[in-house]
């Protein structure tokens, strides 16, 4: 391949990603979805000469590419944000100082752009899967049984969500459970007649503080009551109650500890009655899972002239929780390096753009030329460079 400028490489990602910050998409807003679909759609048609299949699930819309023979490499994605429409009214797209904002702009909507110019980067793309997805911010439930059909069999899963503080891959992330407690009691006048009443505010009251006692700070596990309601009026004897909860753990043994101790809630007051709904929802991505593709990461970045890698554990979760709980090897936080996800200092740093894409690049060379992805036999310097100088890996930063 003939090596590409650093700036030119910057100018084309920069462009494709203004392109995609400025179709908002927030995943509650089906049609918002669907018109960002079409933009990633023309995007990978026009770097991979490839129509995707479009695949809409319970209104949301996903996009996979196999780019022939049997996956072996998924590049892993999501194009919706948690960002309403008219964000960009307020966090307007700008590039300024070397530091790129605009609503999704780091989460994930660059890890995106990313993605498709490294898999269009790729000498052999025999093996490679993308599949971008429209619903992880709300937890994926019309994708993830997509998502596990597409990681069964592939050597290695790549997540293009934004990396941790200072560029770090994220290496292990906690599992999620995500709960509701409904409470039905029954209504009174609180005046005249309170007596008769069974109060559901009291009753998710004890439970709140019940489920508030499962939290496990040494094991890193923790149980958090979150949206709240009950009642109608005033002076009435609340009838119905609810909580939400929020459940993050380090392991699957914690994991079903409390699920078990959730399910086992009973009510305190008399003729007071509760129901449970939800569960867990994605498993620990442990470091197990990411160990050797860290390695092999760490290898290339080296031969890349890119400096070291560093890895983190966090307390979010992402669809890389489900390809690791398959046992596929997983690696996450490959996208941009920046920081604020979800926050009003959302942003990318431009200058690592053009570094993380040839990383990423790289990886799938090396995957698909037969390395290990549990750690070992990492591509050849020749076919390092020759992915990398596609992208401008070697430029200086």
């Known amino acids: 391949m003939t090596a590409k400028g650093v700036d030119a490489v910057v100018r084309d990602l920069l462009a494709d990603i203004e392109t995609l910050v400025r179709c908002e998409s927030p995943s509650s807003d089906h049609e918002a979805v669907a018109r960002s679909a079409d933009v990633v759609a023309a995007l990978g048609r026009r770097l991979l000469d490839a129509e995707p299949d479009r695949v809409v699930v319970d209104g949301s819309t996903h996009l996979r590419w196999r780019l022939g023979g049997t996956p072996r490499v998924l590049l892993l994605g999501h194009h919706d944000t948690v960002w309403p429409i008219g964000s960009l009214e307020t966090h307007p797209y700008s590039v300024r100082d070397g530091v790129l904002r605009g609503p999704g702009c780091f989460d994930m909507k660059a890890g995106v752009v990313m993605a498709l110019h490294a898999a269009a980067s790729v000498r052999d793309r025999a093996g490679l899967s993308i599949l971008i997805t429209g619903d992880e911010e709300v937890g994926s439930p019309s994708s993830r049984r997509l998502i596990e059909e597409e990681a069964r069999g592939c050597d290695a899963v790549f997540v293009l969500e934004a990396s941790a503080d200072g560029g770090a891959l994220k290496c292990r992330r906690k599992g999620v459970s995500l709960y509701r407690i409904d409470v039905e009691g029954r209504a009174a006048h609180a005046g005249l007649e309170a007596e008769k009443g069974v109060n559901a505010g009291v009753e998710i009251a004890h439970q709140i503080l019940a489920v508030a006692m499962l939290t496990d700070p040494e094991r890193g596990t923790s149980v958090v009551p979150t949206a709240l309601s009950a ?96 046992g596929i090897p997983t690696l996450d936080g490959l996208g941009a390096v920046g920081g604020g996800a979800h926050a009003d200092d959302e942003h990318v740093v431009v200058a690592e753009l053009p570094r993380r894409t040839a990383l990423l690049a790289a990886l799938i060379q090396a995957v698909i030329d037969g390395a290990d992805a549990h750690g070992t036999a990492p591509a050849t310097d020749a076919d390092t460079a020759d992915t990398a100088g596609a992208i401008g890996a070697t430029s200086p930063r």
């Open 231 to 326: 009642g109608t009026t005033t002076n009435t004897v609340p009838a119905r109650a609810s909580v939400a909860l929020d459940v993050r753990v380090w392991d699957s043994a914690e994991q079903r500890r409390v699920d078990r101790s959730v399910r086992e809630l009973r009510p305190v007051l008399a003729d007071a009655r509760i129901r449970i709904s939800g569960g867990i929802n994605r498993p620990p991505l442990h470091a197990e899972a990411s160990s050797g593709l860290f390695g092999l990461a760490a290898s290339l970045a080296a031969s890349l002239g890119l400096g070291p890698l560093t890895s983190a554990a966090v307390g979010g979760a992402s669809d890389g929780n489900l390809t690791a709980g398959l």
